[in-house]
């Protein structure tokens, strides 16, 4: 079997992949550590909020730091994408999933209420932190209050500063105490510095230049994540042709490819009713509520699938927003809605 000439590792150059330090991110990482290591000192840690551009280190950090506190404390610990995740159930169930508590759990036929009594036992046993990514798509903010009235510790993560602005009172209230940690966008050294740690992982020395990351991280404009991509895409290219080194070109090539990744995340995240709702408003520009309805009933009767009424359509008109593939303007009957540029 031949040597690679380009890639050592593949993993090292995945977004997912832990890194074994964190670059550039000393003030972030204190304000987090602070708040967790409250639990080294036996006193309850205090929930946090991190926000800020995607691609800035949130998720990255918020893992980091909880992986390191449980090499020192017993702590429980689960991730959850509430883009994957939004609904109240699904979330529980990921929870306790995560910690080891859905043997006596049917995935339909358990109340929410009995699996908040079960997760309510465990963090009185052993400390446990959720860290809830995406937070603002969340189909409601009520699970925090059921978390934090459950002895859970909270690390919120969303690319918005104004998530719970328009919260419920009650649970805005039990909110304020939340430590907000800003995460700016990368600048490009940052991003460099980033890029080369990745290189000197996963990549063969000397397969690429460092003139060639700071030309990635120009491009990234300040997301680690697309600079990651750019990266492992220029990569695999230059090792499928059998070459000792990433020609400039591949880099080019890999950058809108990169860019798309996100998007087509999303959108592989949403639901054929939702896709088709999504379509209809592309196809008219703008079009307000009650012929968006009808056009959409039509689109679904052509594409074979089955009606909904009118709640359920609001909701998915409601994930299209939370997802910032539309906006809206007006109220009611008289609300117009239309694609975002974000929109494919």
């Not at 159930?89 to 995560?98: G, T």
């Not at 304020?176 to 940690?181: A, M």
């Not at 009808?294 to 089955?306: C, D, I, P, T």
Request: glycine share 4%; with cysteine.
């Amino acid at each position: 079997m031949e040597e690679n000439k380009i890639i050592k590792d593949l993993r090292v150059l995945s977004v997912d992949f832990p890194p074994s330090r964190i670059v550039q991110r000393d003030g972030q990482l204190k304000a987090l550590r602070d708040n967790l290591n409250f639990i080294l000192e036996k006193k309850p840690p205090r929930n946090s909020f991190l926000y800020g551009p995607p691609g800035t280190g949130k998720t990255c950090i918020s893992q980091y730091v909880v992986d390191e506190l449980r090499k020192h404390a017993a702590v429980n610990k689960a991730y959850v994408n509430c883009w994957e995740y939004p609904s109240k159930f699904k979330i529980l169930f990921s929870v306790l999933q995560s910690i080891g508590e859905t043997f006596s759990i049917h995935r339909k036929g358990t109340p929410t209420d009995e699996l908040l009594d079960i997760l309510k036992k465990r963090a009185a046993e052993k400390h446990v932190i959720v860290i809830l990514d995406e937070v603002d798509r969340l189909e409601s903010l009520e699970i925090l209050y059921d978390f934090l009235l459950a002895g859970v510790f909270l690390i919120l993560i969303s690319n918005q500063e104004t998530a719970f602005h328009e919260a419920d009172p009650r649970i805005r209230s039990r909110l304020s105490s939340l430590d907000h940690i800003s995460f700016p966008p990368y600048s490009i050294q940052d991003v460099k510095d980033i890029l080369t740690d990745r290189r000197d992982c996963g990549l063969i020395p000397g397969s690429v230049k460092g003139t060639q990351l700071e030309r990635i991280a120009e491009k990234a404009s300040g997301d680690a994540r697309v600079a990651i991509n750019i990266l492992r895409m220029a990569a695999e290219e230059a090792e499928n042709q059998d070459l000792e080194k990433i020609p400039d070109s591949f880099i080019e090539k890999a950058f809108p490819r990169a860019e798309k990744i996100p998007m087509e995340d999303l959108m592989a995240k949403l639901s054929p009713h939702q896709k088709v709702a999504l379509e209809v408003i592309c196809k008219k520009k703008k079009i307000a509520s009650i012929p968006l309805y009808h056009e959409f009933g039509n689109a679904l009767r052509q594409k074979g699938l089955s009606p909904i009424v009118d709640r359920t359509f609001r909701k998915h008109l409601d994930r299209l927003l939370r997802f910032g593939l539309v906006k809206s303007e007006g109220e009611g009957r008289w609300k117009v809605y239309y694609p975002t540029q974000k929109t494919p």
